[in-house]
């Protein structure tokens, strides 16, 4: 016997829960979106598809089940979100740093790993990710996918500082103390302007969908 059961609605679509006896699985389905923002969530929706395609078989990345104009389905990944089981120890980072670098060989940058919700602590411990929607994949990996695998890696080393601070290596904090170029015109010009439209106009916020995913992410 299957359940169903949705996990968010908002104005990009609904996600729904996909249970069964056999596994569960995650639906996003875009045609609830509305009209003005159809053709940004079916986007984003071509995003996501491509970038799990190319990490097709990596342990701890959603695998891509079906994929049309309207819909995507991926395998669910057991586990707590990161602001929730709150990661006590190195192994966790460990772990993360290592799916990184496996999706990055890959020519997947994930360019939202700065919402915990996107950082899954699986049940054995390990990290896996999830929500690729504005994941880019890239088969150059020229100058500006470097700068956004970089982004990435700092994005996760800030997770380390605020949950495992004393283990951060030098090399980790002259990472996080010596951003980009592009970062700091992104924090100093862009980012305002993200979350401007982000937050007052589609009422997001850094753990937006914390609340639906809890465990089933």
Same mark, same amino acid.
């Given at each position: 016997?299957?359940?169903?059961? /949705?996990?968010? &609605?908002? $104005?990009?679509?609904?996600?729904? +829960?996909?249970?069964?006896?056999?596994?569960?699985?995650? =639906?996003?389905?875009?045609?609830?979106?509305?009209?003005?923002?159809?053709?940004?969530?079916? *986007?984003?929706?071509?995003?996501?598809?491509?970038? !799990?395609?190319?990490?097709?078989?990596?342990?701890? @990345?959603?695998? +891509?089940?079906?994929?049309?104009?309207?819909?995507?389905?991926? *395998? %669910?990944?057991?586990?707590?979100?990161?602001?929730?089981?709150?990661?006590?120890?190195?192994? %966790?980072? @460990?772990?993360?740093?290592? !799916?990184?670098?496996?999706?990055?060989?890959?020519? @997947?940058?994930?360019?939202?790993?700065? &919402?915990?919700?996107?950082?899954?602590?699986?049940?054995?411990?390990?990290?896996?990710?999830?929500?690729?929607?504005?994941?880019?994949?890239?088969?150059?990996?020229?100058?500006?996918?470097?700068?956004?695998?970089?982004?990435?890696?700092?994005? /996760? =080393? &800030?997770?380390?500082? *605020? %949950?495992?601070?004393?283990?951060?290596?030098?090399?980790?904090?002259? #990472?996080?103390?010596?951003?980009?170029? $592009?970062?700091?015109?992104?924090?100093?010009?862009?980012?305002?302007?993200? =979350?401007? #439209?982000?937050?007052?106009?589609?009422?997001?916020?850094?753990?937006?969908?914390?609340?639906?995913?809890?465990?089933?992410?």
């Amino acid at each position: 016997m299957s359940r169903t059961r /949705l996990l968010k &609605k908002d $104005l990009f679509g609904e996600v729904w +829960l996909q249970d069964s006896a056999a596994d569960s699985s995650i =639906l996003r389905d875009t045609r609830s979106a509305r009209w003005w923002l159809r053709w940004l969530a079916r *986007s984003l929706l071509r995003r996501e598809a491509r970038a !799990l395609a190319a990490l097709d078989g990596i342990e701890g @990345v959603p695998a +891509l089940i079906r994929y049309d104009e309207y819909q995507l389905t991926r *395998s %669910y990944i057991g586990g707590t979100a990161m602001h929730l089981g709150k990661p006590p120890d190195r192994p %966790y980072f @460990v772990s993360a740093a290592r !799916l990184l670098r496996r999706m990055h060989r890959a020519g @997947v940058v994930h360019n939202d790993l700065a &919402k915990e919700p996107n950082l899954i602590i699986r049940d054995d411990g390990r990290a896996a990710f999830i929500d690729f929607q504005l994941a880019w994949r890239s088969t150059g990996r020229g100058r500006i996918f470097r700068i956004a695998a970089r982004e990435d890696i700092r994005h /996760l =080393l &800030k997770h380390k500082r *605020s %949950y495992c601070p004393d283990k951060l290596t030098e090399r980790e904090r002259n #990472i996080l103390d010596n951003p980009s170029g $592009l970062s700091r015109l992104w924090m100093g010009l862009f980012k305002p302007i993200y =979350l401007f #439209i982000t937050r007052r106009l589609f009422g997001w916020s850094d753990r937006e969908g914390a609340g639906d995913r809890g465990q089933r992410s």
